[in-house]
């Protein structure tokens, strides 16, 4: 019975792993790294979470929670290769935070 348990579980991660191989093939490749010294200011800090939003007139919205949760990044990613400062709004939390 052990064995046969032991085959199964072989097969099974070896099935994993052929299909996260194969996605991962599939990528796009247009991807956009951007230096951290090519990016506003806001988003330069380092943030303890993040919230993509994307609003009715196609824009993409990104909201980073900084300072331990005293602060909100807000950037425009609408183009990844041209991300804009929003602005930043002062939060009265008592501790970090997830965005829901």
Do not use: W
Not at 38 to 61: F, K, S
Request: hydrophobic content about 45%; overall charge positive; glycine content about 8%.
């Amino acid at each position: 019975m052990k064995k046969c348990i032991r085959k199964i579980l072989i097969v099974a991660v070896c099935a994993v792993a052929i299909i996260v191989r194969a996605n991962a093939s599939g990528a796009s490749k247009a991807s956009v790294v951007e230096s951290a010294s090519g990016l506003p200011e806001l988003a330069q800090r380092p943030g303890e979470a993040m919230y993509l939003q994307h609003t009715g007139a196609g824009q993409a919205i990104l909201y980073l929670e900084q300072d331990q949760g005293g602060k909100l990044a807000i950037l425009d990613v609408t183009d990844p290769a041209n991300i804009r400062a929003i602005g930043q709004a002062s939060i009265n939390a008592a501790s970090p935070y997830t965005f829901v």
